[in-house]
């Protein structure tokens, strides 16, 4: 099966909420595609790695004339890219250059809560550094960093402060799927501005409770970009990055691509489609085979009706590696019949957005949960769809797994291992979840907007062997 659509439910797409900003084309020159250069780690034996990460501000040259004034990890936007190695232990200074408090969140990491996982109980302040550790065990994944300060987290990131973050493993590395990273192998971050004058970024002229947008599509932080296609195969590591925005993505001829992987893992079988939707935090990976196209050629990925990237086709060389039927065994934890569904209730729009009823409150835990033990939660969003939203659910520090839909089936392209799960209006999404590593973790909606809004609770996971240990939390008022 090919499957033709984006599954969502159509009335539910933000294009439908009377606050949607649609995209258009911006009057800039086409400029080629900024890869985001991997990270070197300052040393590597073969048991350790180490890194230094810094939030930085600079400028970036991203429409004629003026500059902007943006904000990165280790380059003036965005960030470079992170590839670590399940089983290494990784060593990262967090350095902060910034004026004002920052965290380092660690979207998709199976790694411990609240301090390393990096929310908003990590703060690295102004001109200070930090050093966490940890060591990954989990699938091979495209996960990404963002900052994380609360209630500021949508500012800091409409900013730049997010890169992506790949996960590898030996099971992945040896598919027969393109590896050369900026060759065959190509980050595609979805992200969206509004530029002012002088080609500056105003996040406070442009708020929106309801998520901050603008038209201007921005690729890795390239505007009109295009990219050389020099492999017949190409493995694209897609990740909504934008603060609001959702993308349907779609091909020129309506060519076919192959999704292998969302957000936390490989998918158990690859899905053949020819639209996709991601909301926001989401991840996929696609390969796309340009086989049926020549030098000369050009191919145009779209986001609803609009072109956001150019792929002129080069010379290439035959590749026909297939693609094994099986990508990954997914094994679901059993749950007990003695554990109960924990529900969680996703309400309002604009400044009236809520978690089960309440809004966020840094020094209160909201839900306890040991580790080892997976239970479903059952995820609702109260919204209509009369002027409703869909709300990504995002849960830190675990992969959870998307049981059903209103009780029906996931949608083919979410077997895998997921952190982020987009819930339609009126729809409760079950989930199965289980914590591996004691800690305390948010779980939210990723519209950052409604986040910051406090759409949003956490949790705390901890081993029943022992007393449960007290953390220190931040608060509001220590901001
Ligand atoms: Cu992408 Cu609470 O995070
Ligand atoms: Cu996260
Ligand atoms: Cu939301």
Known sequence: ??????????????????????????????????????????????????????????????????????????????????????????????????????????????????????????????????????????????????????????????????????????????????????????????????????????????????????????????????????????????????????WRLHFSDDLEFTQIASDSSLLPEPVQLTHLMLTCAERAEIIVDFKGYKPGDTVTLYSDDVPIVTFKIHEFAADDRVLPDHLLEIHAPKVLPTTPVRKVVMSGMDEAVALDGKKFNMQRIDATQPIGLAQYWDVSNTNTMHGGMVHPFHVHGTQFLVISRNGGAPYPNEHGYKDTVGVNPGETVRILVRFDLPGVYMYHCHIIEHEDGGMMAQIQSYDPNRPMPKYKLMDMGTL
């Not at 780690?41 to 500059?67: C, F, N, V």
């Open 1 to 246: 099966t090919v499957y033709q659509d984006y599954f969502f439910d159509e009335p539910a797409y933000n294009t439908h909420d009377g606050g949607y900003i649609p995209l258009e084309v911006a009057d800039a020159p086409a400029q080629p595609l900024a890869i985001p250069a991997l990270v070197q780690p300052d040393s590597e034996t073969d048991t350790d790695a180490y890194y230094t990460l810094t939030a930085q501000k600079g400028e970036t040259q991203l429409l004629p004339g003026a500059k902007t004034k943006t904000w990165g990890y280790n380059a003036p936007l965005l960030g470079t890219t992170f590839a670590f190695k399940v089983g290494k232990h990784i060593h990262i200074t967090l350095k902060n250059e910034l004026d004002e408090l920052t965290t380092f969140h660690w979207h998709g990491l199976a790694v411990s809560g609240p301090y390393v996982d990096g929310g908003c109980h990590a703060p690295v302040y102004p001109g200070e550094s930090k050093q966490i550790d940890f060591t990954l065990d989990q699938p091979a994944a495209t996960t990404w960093l963002h900052a994380h300060p609360c209630p500021s987290t949508a500012e800091q990131v409409w900013h730049g402060l997010a890169a992506m973050v790949i996960v590898h493993d030996d099971h992945e590395l040896n598919l027969p799927i393109p590896h050369d990273y900026g060759v065959d192998d190509i980050p595609l971050v979805l992200q969206d501005r509004r530029f002012h004058e002088d080609n500056q970024w105003d996040y406070h002229a442009d708020y929106d409770p309801d998520g901050v947008q603008g038209p201007t599509a921005m690729i890795n932080g390239t505007i009109n970009p295009y990219f050389d296609v020099t492999r017949q195969k190409i493995r694209f590591r897609i990740l909504d990055g934008a603060n609001r925005r959702e």
